[in-house]
């Protein structure tokens, strides 16, 4: 569960700038608390912002400090990507920290980096602001000269098998843009628990979704997940689809690539035969094909759809049913996950190719459900969604640029409305801000284009 996220001097943030799912003073809709570890946090968050606004751009700075954490490969962003109206932003450090609940242990992990050099890192055991944080390491070193320092909690100093690998670790392993929380994942002793708790948060229990992004081996979990294929089913029926039901059909390697290409099939088939347990995809522009090795054949598993029309049932593939089907369809295991789990999902431009009503009613669902357990955040330009029925005061948020063009966010909590007030209504007229400055339209002059 994440309990708030920080960052500086990346794409549009200049100062650190804080977001959080901490919960104000309200008490409508009390189901939308969870309580954690003495610790209270929100279920919902929606963040509006004008287009260049940054409201993306927080999500993308999680996104890629998650990808950091798991795959140890430093992002090119955190290169380039620093605050683009300060000349001298590129020699400045950059920093993300982020604090999380994981199996009901709080942690802060925080990780700053200049000029592609992890200058410092460190994971604690929160103390929430209740009880003092407690390290269970901390990494120090210089852009300039190499001045590496990396010290471990007392329980891996004390533990004679354990205290062996910070010392590795710091020389003959760890690189000056790696991050050491990477290197936990394949610890075996004990004491690293927390640690690999930490980064699991981070590789199983984060998830971001960007606009172009479509979630991986969907119909191998459809097929052998029957509580999900249900939930699947009952939504894309609920919401007029025109799907009757979804299938998966199975297909011979052979059959699905015909004559035309034989070797693309033979390729495959090794690359299966020598990982028998390998899921193989293969995509197109609108589909996911999954090849896997079954009874020791290569079989296709594709997504098809029935409709009922006046003419019988016709089968469509997903590149055949249109964009908002096909994004409705993506978000399935992120609500899914979300309702069964303590998964924190963050998406951004929930609504692309997505109905107003539709979106706002999948939403709503969510947001009504008093069974919940995961959190769902997302940036939007929807403003339908702006309802106190809906979401409370502390769960709509907005991104906005100041005059040095540096993002500042801030909820709406802090205008103290009434849970009565039509707060879509003042969003619109500019209340709030988080929207665009239109000037004067007529200043335009389009007749001039016309008239040449």
Known sequence: MLIRFIVKNLFSFKELTEFNMLPGRFSRMPYHVYESNDIELLKLNAMYGA????????????????????????????????????????????????????????YYYGITINQGIVVEEELQI????????????????????????????????????????????????????????????????KVFDPFKKALQWFTHDLVPVMPNARPSGLTIHLEEDA???KFASDVM??????????????????????????????????????????????????????????????????LFFLHDTDGGIVKFTSAEESDGTRRLLDYLPAFYAAIKAKRVYIIDEIERSIHPLLIKELISKFSHDQTTHGQLIFSTHESNLLDQEIFRPDEIWFAEKNKAGA????????????????????YLNGRYGGIPFLG???DLNWEKYAEA
């Open 51 to 106: 287009n260049g606004a940054g409201k993306s751009n927080l999500i993308k700075s999680l996104s890629l400090l998650s990808q950091f954490v798991e795959s140890g490969n430093l992002p090119i962003e955190f290169l380039i990507e620093t605050f683009k109206f300060d000349k001298e932003s590129r020699k400045k450090d950059v920093y993300i920290g982020v604090e999380f609940i994981k199996e009901e242990i709080p």
């Open 126 to 189: 929160s103390g929430i602001g209740k009880k003092e944080d407690y390290t269970l390491f901390r990494r120090t070193d210089k852009p300039g000269e190499k001045n590496l320092d990396l010290t471990f909690s007392k329980e891996v100093m004390e533990d004679k098998e354990a205290t062996v690998f910070p010392f590795f670790l710091k020389n003959e392993i760890l690189e000056r843009n790696e991050p050491v929380l990477f290197h936990m994942a394949s610890r075996k002793n």
């Open 227 to 229: 509580e999900f294929y």
């Open 237 to 302: 029926q609920a919401f007029s689809t025109g799907i009757k039901s979804i299938n998966v059909d199975t297909i011979p390697i052979e059959d699905f690539f015909g004559e035309d290409d034989k070797q693309q099939a033979e390729r495959i088939t090794a690359e299966l035969k020598a990982n028998p347990d390998k899921i193989r995809p293969f995509l197109t522009a609108h589909e996911e094909i999954l090849f896997v090795l079954r009874q020791n054949k290569v079989v296709a598993k594709r």
């Open 407 to 426: 993002t500042e966010v801030y909820a709406l909590s802090e205008f103290k409305e009434h849970h009565t007030l039509d707060i879509r209504k003042g």
């Open 440 to 442: 004067n339209l007529k």
